[in-house]
């Protein structure tokens, strides 16, 4: 993605830029909130849980922000959709329904298929979110698709063995991760 700066005034420091949109003059959102440029965020909250951010304007208030309108339809907002799926992109968001409230998001993990890890692995599968579960086992978790069936899962100690790092290897990653961010000491 090309560097490029906010067009407004922003100022919280746990948002991450996720570039700007421009709409349309005569799109509905453009006319709702008088502009044509949004800057897009990302917001890693501890309190209220992630978020997207659409800011339109310099003054505290010119924002609108929240997942539940990121979506299409009469109820959505298109600037948030947008952002939602740039933070998908760049992996600050999973792409896939995960039930769990317990777990907790690694990011994602995409194999291309001629790479080693996918050439070894035992289920051919190239995009993964990755989450840990801390109730429990500290089991690791790869989801692949949104049914509830969908994920592959491995205890923690069980990927200290090369053939099933070899076997599983987003599952390998997600362990990698979480000791990295100290969700899981090595
Ligand atoms: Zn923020
Ligand atoms: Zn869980």
Known sequence: MKKEKPHFEHDCDCCKFLGTLTLPEDNETSKRYETTVFDLYFCKQEIFGDTVIS???????????????????????????????????????????????????????????????YKKARYKITDFDLYICPSGLNTLIARHGSEGWEYLDREYYELEDQVNIDKYPALAEARKRAIELGHLSK
Request: with cysteine.
């Open 55 to 117: 800011r339109y304007g310099n003054k505290g208030y010119e924002y609108s922000s929240g997942l539940r309108f990121a979506e299409e339809g009469e109820f959505g907002h298109p600037n948030l959709l947008e952002a939602k799926q740039r933070a998908i992109k760049l992996g600050y968001l999973p792409q896939f329904d995960h039930d769990c409230d317990a777990c907790i998001f690694l990011g994602s993990v995409s194999y291309t298929k001629d790479s080693e890890e």
